[in-house]
């Protein structure tokens, strides 16, 4: 069984992104991330991304709404940073309050400075498999997990257990694309689906992105499969000093003995998000500059 390593294949990509940033002239790629409100999640996942922008080179601004923006006034400021040439990359933190549309937000952003991939527009150039779609920066990181992995995936049977439109969805859209990546025979399955158990095990390559600890069993796994845990799931343990552990959707110890090769959680999937954003966004940079 091969553990397959989100932290190093993550570092290799963003240390060839700080060398290219490096030898850039001009002005660096630039980020805008906008959060609003206070959400303990947001604030950690938007001062990651900034941290590890700051130590690539890249410039990073963050802007902060209460709760209480009004729809105009967040709509009016992504606007402003849609104009803005010095301004390459736009991310719009979620959750956003419930008086306001995370697709309407979405939306809204330049699908050229999209670097989250969550425009229509890009999600419409993944579908038609057009090289210049932003892609959500989750799934883009499955995709090198098992191309740096050596995990081939042309014919083989590919299952996605969530349908999400930040993960499951494009993942299986990657998946299955006429490509050196993809050209996989694809089932997206879910929540409704009769017989999941049957489903999963039909699988060459599993992905579990539903958001349910432990939801992947052992007896749901064939043997030999290359298995992809997408789930960040808090369950308690009084062990830890949080009162808390980080698990994923995939009973890993039970499943990892059947497996081919598996990512572990946390350290799998997690760092490759950010790492598929800092390319996303030095993208946007060059695609600006030409």
């Given amino acids: 069984m091969e553990l397959i390593d989100g932290n190093a294949i993550s570092r290799a990509i963003l240390d060839e992104i700080k060398a290219e940033v490096a030898a850039l002239s001009g002005p660096p790629p630039s980020v805008t991330f906008v959060r609003v409100g206070e959400d303990p999640a947001s604030v950690f996942y ?28 967040l709509l009016g400021f992504i606007d402003q940073l849609n104009a803005d040439p010095g301004v390459h990359g736009i991310l719009v933190q979620a959750p956003l309050p419930d008086h306001i549309s995370e697709r309407e937000v979405f939306n809204r952003v330049h699908p050229d400075k999209d670097v989250d991939g969550f425009n229509a527009t890009n999600v419409g150039r993944l579908c038609q498999e057009d090289p210049s779609a ?29 349908r999400s439109l930040i993960v499951g ?39 579990a992105a539903i958001g349910r600890a432990g939801l992947i069993t052992a007896d749901m796994v064939k043997e030999g499969a290359v ?11 009084a062990t830890k000093k949080k009162g808390y552990r980080i698990v994923g959707d995939v009973d890993f110890d039970a499943v990892a003995p059947k ?5 572990p959680v946390p350290g799998g999937v997690g760092p490759m998000t950010v790492a598929m954003l800092m390319k996303n966004t030095l993208s946007a940079y060059k695609r600006q500059q030409a």
């Fill in 46 to 73: 938007v001062g990651k991304k900034q941290k590890v922008a700051a130590e690539l080179g890249i410039e990073s601004r963050l802007q902060t709404f209460p709760e209480s923006v009004t729809r105009e006034e």
């Fill in 134 to 162: 932003f892609v959500s920066c989750t799934p883009a990181g499955i995709i090198e997990l098992l191309q740096r992995s050596g995990v081939e995936t042309s014919g083989k049977n590919a299952v996605v257990v969530g």
């Fill in 169 to 207: 969805k494009p993942a299986a859209l990657l998946l299955v694309m006429k490509a050196a990546t993809g050209n996989a025979t694809v089932t997206i399955a879910h929540s409704r689906t009769d017989d999941l158990a049957a489903v999963c095990r039909q699988a060459d390559i599993l992905v």
């Fill in 227 to 237: 298995v992809i845990d997408v789930g960040i799931n808090r369950v308690d343990d």
């Fill in 259 to 263: 497996c081919r090769a598996i990512t």
